[in-house]
């Protein structure tokens, strides 16, 4: 995996242009108290992309999008490609969010053609993959996430400067206050690396993938998730719409590491 954590926050549907700037400058600041030498990404919802972008454009903190279309032009209405996305400073891209998959009928199909498309267009996906509690009862947690990431990999290879992310997101989770235990986490992050382990050659998996944890993550939680072996970092929903707290995750993430 990619050595240094990832720290990703999505601010989904929360906050209009003027609390994204506001947001944005306040981590920028915040990093400058860190000596942070992880990744960090902000995603904020498509029309303050480019007001965010004018704050974090000479920072550590990169810019990343909530969602990619899997077409480049056309009668879309509505989507946004991924070069659009590029032409703002977008590196980064949430795909397949569980909301996403639930609320918009996204299947497994179009997280692998919107993945497929920000790769091509050089834009790193952050692919989201996680079970329902129903699955979990019923002890499908595996063969859910198995199958999520294999279709998502499919028919995907990785250049030099390519890199993918996974996050791992148990849904049932998901602002609910309640992270899942560490140790099953890590379980979880193991069946994700070891598929990728049987995709991509091993310099590949070691230089340009990496596994994240997301579902309740905040910075009470986060440095006993970098403890185990396979969570190199986190996407952080809640935790990440106030800009003090998301600082302190951050803050948590450099301590643990």
Known sequence: MLQKPFVVANWKMNHGVKHSVEAAADIVVGLKQIPFTGGVVVCPVDTALMAVQTIVEESPVA????????????????????WMLREVGVDYVIVGHSERRKYLNETDEMVNKKTKNALEEGITPIVCVGESFEQRQEGEQEHVVMR????????????PAHSILFAYEPIWAIGTGQAIDAEEANHMHSVINQILIDH???QVVKENTTILYGGSADEKNTPGFLEKQHINGFLVGTASIKSQQFVEVIKAVHNAT
Do not use: H, N
């Open 200 to 202: 991509f050659p091993d």
């Open 148 to 159: 999520q990431v294999q279709k998502a990999l499919d028919g995907i290879s990785l250049g």
């Open 63 to 82: 810019l990343g999008a909530q969602d990619v279309s899997w077409e480049d032009t056309g009668s879309f209405t509505g989507e946004i490609a991924p």
